[in-house]
């Protein structure tokens, strides 16, 4: 077991994303000077309604964006202190960073065993290592153990989760951009998932950067929070804290606001009006 890291080490950033604007087909703004950091060891969420650039703020890092004509216009982005943005996606692997896609996206015709080997494919330390590595997935996720042999196409949707991100992880990556894990997931495999997370992260040393519609139970496990609207960050904060602040509750949570004023359909409608950063 490792020492626990001093405070200082413990403050180090692993990824900084510095004011970063997204344009898709040399015309569409998607992001609009957006920024965050991920500490080293964090667990970091990036919250938002549908269509809020989530998903378009992570492939930006994992320098996908190519492949749907889209491309950083502005900014840069640091991964571990190195500007990575021209990098390939591969290259990026390489260098321990590794997105976990929307939607799962298993090798349908592949077993559950070969689509977690696919993760390793990069690697050059020897098949006894990608063994040991194997044998450590399946420790997190005892459920593939058991499906090992099936052809993932025919898995359950939690099932093809817990392999895509058991296959990122053959790939020994220092941080995970997964978007959205809750997506079509019953709540008790949304709990597993986010707790196989958060253990990953505790005794593994991965940090994560997660896109995350259900802002409840991210919130629960994120020690820092950025809220995106329109492209652009609206609100940051530590994960309790923003669990606790009043709009959060209002407009993502599904809470009343503390003041005892009841809210309508009406209100509902027209709450942009009286969001406090939209002021």
Wanted: hydrophobic content about 40%; proline content about 3%; some cysteine.
């Amino acid at each position: 077991m490792n020492a626990p890291a001093p405070a200082a080490e413990a403050a180090e950033t692993i990824l900084e994303v510095n004011n970063i604007e997204v344009i898709y087909d040399h015309v569409i703004l998607v992001l609009k000077g957006v920024s965050l950091t991920v500490p080293k060891g964090g667990i970091v969420a990036i919250l938002g309604a549908n269509g809020a650039g989530k998903t378009t703020t992570l492939k930006a890092i994992s320098n996908l964006l190519h492949a749907e004509r889209g491309e950083v216009t502005k900014g840069n982005i640091e991964f571990k202190g190195e500007q990575v943005q021209s990098l390939s996606p591969n290259d990026l692997v390489r260098r321990g960073c590794i997105q976990v896609m929307e939607g799962r996206h298993c090798f349908g015709h592949l077993s559950i065993e070969e689509n977690l080997l696919t993760g390793a494919f990069t690697r050059k330390d020897g098949a006894s290592a990608i063994k040991n590595d194997l044998e450590l997935v399946y420790n997190y996720f005892p459920r593939l153990r058991e499906r090992k042999n099936s052809q993932a196409g025919y898995t359950s949707g939690g099932e093809q989760q817990m392999c895509a991100i058991g296959r990122a992880l053959m790939s020994r990556p220092e941080m995970i951009l997964l978007d959205e894990p809750s997506m079509g997931l019953a709540p008790q495999l949304v709990e597993e998932i986010f707790e196989i997370v958060k253990a990953l992260n505790a005794e593994q040393g991965v940090s994560f950067l997660l896109a995350e519609q259900n802002t409840n139970i991210a919130l629960r496990y994120a020690t820092y929070g950025y809220i995106l609207e329109s492209g652009r960050v609206v609100l940051d904060g530590e994960g309790p804290a923003l669990r606790e602040n009043e709009d959060v509750k209002e407009f993502y949570l599904g809470a009343g606001s503390s003041d005892g004023d009841k809210r309508s359909f009406r209100n509902v409608k027209h709450y942009k009006r009286r969001k406090r950063w939209l002021a």
